[in-house]
């Protein structure tokens, strides 16, 4: 059975500070997601990561994937407020459901 | 960018009752999905919908829970007899093929059972 785990569970960073989020998951999978979840809201999709050592970039946020050890990190650069959310790996798993992990509360405060 | 939709965006509904809520899936899809999210907690799949029938589906997934596309365009999911533990957010998604790159979420349906 397809687990998926992430930590941190909640973190609190400085403006300007660099972080890491880390996302293990159990057994081999074809695609690993990143979604933003706001408050309230709907899952924004930010990357999908299809291949071993795939990286993909976008703004702040950077995210990896390492298939053999079945690691995928978020990293996020020069933290500003804008970025505070809760953030969910996913990984697509039998029938292409996606099994989500529990979800890194981020807030990013002055 | 094409949207799901989905409605209400909230629902109160008493314990016992039966519950429908709707999803307009993008146009050109053929992959669709229904996860929850309980308050605070992470989203689990509940099932999933490909050529009119269900293609997998969670244990969250009973015999309480069901699916349809009655029209070729709404993907519903019914809840016959809610209870309690039924409250929460359910998220309809689609996608236009398998392993297709991009999921598309709706905005979601809070439900709430009294």
């Known amino acids: 059975e397809l687990k998926v785990e992430q930590n941190p569970l909640f973190l609190s960073m400085q403006e300007g500070k660099n972080y890491t989020i880390y996302c293990n998951y159990s057994t081999t999978s074809d695609r690993l997601y990143w979604y933003r979840q706001d408050p309230g809201k709907s899952l924004e999709s930010l990357f999908v990561?299809?291949?071993?050592?795939a990286v993909k970039q976008e703004g702040r946020l950077m995210a990896s994937l390492d298939t053999k050890a079945r690691l995928s990190t978020l990293h996020i650069t020069a933290a500003v407020h804008d970025l505070s959310a809760t953030y969910f790996c996913?990984?697509?798993?039998?029938?292409?459901?996606?099994?989500f992990g529990t979800g890194t509360r981020l807030q990013v405060f002055p | 960018e094409p949207e799901v939709t989905q409605t209400p965006s909230h629902q109160v509904t008493q314990m016992g009752q039966e519950v429908i809520l709707r999803c307009v899936p993008i146009s050109n899809h053929l992959y669709f999905y229904w996860y929850r999210q309980i308050l605070g907690q992470k989203v689990e799949f509940l099932v999933s919908?490909?050529?009119?029938?269900?293609?997998?589906k969670s244990e969250i997934f009973d015999d309480q829970f069901s699916v349809e596309r009655p029209d070729g365009s709404n993907f519903t999911l019914k809840i016959r007899s809610t209870k309690l533990e039924d409250s929460a957010m359910y998220f309809c998604?689609?996608?236009?093929?398998?392993?297709?790159?991009?999921?598309?979420f709706g905005s979601g349906t809070q439900l709430s059972v009294l």
């Open positions: 998604a689609s996608s236009w093929d398998r392993g297709a790159e991009k999921l598309f």
């Open positions: 990561l299809l291949s071993n050592g």
């Open positions: 996913a990984v697509a798993g039998k029938a292409d459901k996606l099994i």
């Open positions: 919908f490909y050529n009119n029938e269900i293609s997998e």
